[in-house]
T-cell receptor, first 114, second 115 residues
Framework: ETGVTQTPRHLVMGMTNKKSLKCEQH?????MYWYKQSAKKPLELMFV???????ENNSVPSRFSPECPNSSHLFLHLHTLQPEDSALYLC?????????????FGPGTRLTVL | AQSVSQHNHHVILSEAASLELGCNYS??????LFWYVQYPGQHLQLLLK??????LVKGIKGFEAEFIKSKFSFNLRKPSVQWSDTAEYFC?????????????FGKGTHLIIQP
C-alpha cells in the first residue's frame, strides 16, 4: 500500500468519450499533483494543487480538466482526447508549504486512446 | 526553468558490479535533488534526497548520491549491485523556495542486473 491510490489502473477510451481518473491520498498531505509519463520522455508535470487551489497549470490542453474537491482527492477529467494522449498518468502528493518535502506517487493509470 | 539530463538510458551490469548513474541539472538557483526508483510493475519510490548539508547522501538499499554543486551533478552510486536492483531510475530536481512545486524529471535510466 503506497498511501496514494489511483483508479482505474487501466483505461481504454475512444476520442469522443468522457472519462475521469481518480486519485486518493491517505497520508494527510495538502498538496497533490498530476504527471504524465510517456514512452521515451521524462515525466511531465501537468497540474499542482495546494490546499485545494490550483497553483500550476503547465500548459496542458483544455481537454484535460483537473478537480480537487478536498485535500485527499484529486480527479482528472478527460474529454475528446487524442491518440497521442495515451500514456501513464501519475498522481502524487506531498506536505506542501515547504521546500523540504518529498512527493509520494501512486501506481498510475495506464490510458490508451483509440 | 530547470531541466535534468540523465546520461545513460540503458545500463546492463552483472551482479556485484559497481554502479554509477549520471545526473546533471540546469538551474541558476538553489535546488532540492531526488532519485526515484520504479521496480517492474511497481510505483515510483523515493531512493534518496538532498536538501542541504553533507553533499554525500545515503538512501535505502545501499544507494548513495553525491551533490557536486560546481558540476551541477547528483550522481547515484552503489558499490555492489544485486539482481533485485533491476529497475528504472529517475533523477529529479525541484527549485528551492517554493512550497508545492512540481518536480522536473530526467528521462530515466533502465538498469538491468544479470545474475
Amino acid at each position: 500500500e503506497t498511501g496514494v491510490t489511483q483508479t482505474p489502473r487501466h483505461l481504454v477510451m475512444g476520442m469522443t468519450n468522457k472519462k475521469s481518473l481518480k486519485c486518493e491520498q491517505h497520508l494527510g498531505h495538502n498538496a497533490m499533483y498530476w504527471y504524465k509519463q510517456s514512452a521515451k520522455k521524462p515525466l511531465e508535470l501537468m497540474f499542482v494543487y495546494s490546499l485545494e487551489e490550483r497553483v500550476e497549470n503547465n500548459s496542458v490542453p483544455s481537454r484535460f480538466s483537473p478537480e480537487c474537491p478536498n485535500s485527499s482527492h484529486l480527479f482528472l477529467h478527460l474529454h475528446t482526447l487524442q491518440p497521442e494522449d495515451s500514456a501513464l498518468y501519475l498522481c502524487a502528493s506531498s506536505l506542501g508549504g515547504s521546500s523540504y518535502n518529498e512527493q509520494f506517487f501512486g501506481p498510475g493509470t495506464r490510458l490508451t486512446v483509440l | 526553468a530547470q531541466s535534468v539530463s540523465q546520461h545513460n538510458h540503458h545500463v546492463i551490469l552483472s551482479e556485484a558490479a559497481s554502479l554509477e548513474l549520471g545526473c546533471n541539472y540546469s538551474y541558476g538557483g538553489t535546488v532540492n535533488l531526488f532519485w526515484y526508483v520504479q521496480y517492474p510493475g511497481q510505483h515510483l519510490q523515493l531512493l534518496l534526497k538532498y536538501f542541504s548539508g553533507d553533499p554525500l547522501v545515503k538512501g535505502i538499499k545501499g544507494f548513495e548520491a553525491e551533490f557536486i554543486k560546481s558540476k551541477f551533478s547528483f550522481n547515484l552510486r552503489k558499490p555492489s549491485v544485486q539482481w533485485s536492483d533491476t529497475a528504472e531510475y529517475f533523477c529529479a530536481v525541484k527549485a528551492k523556495g517554493g512550497g508545492a512545486d512540481g518536480l522536473t524529471f530526467g528521462k530515466g535510466t533502465h538498469l538491468i542486473i544479470q545474475p
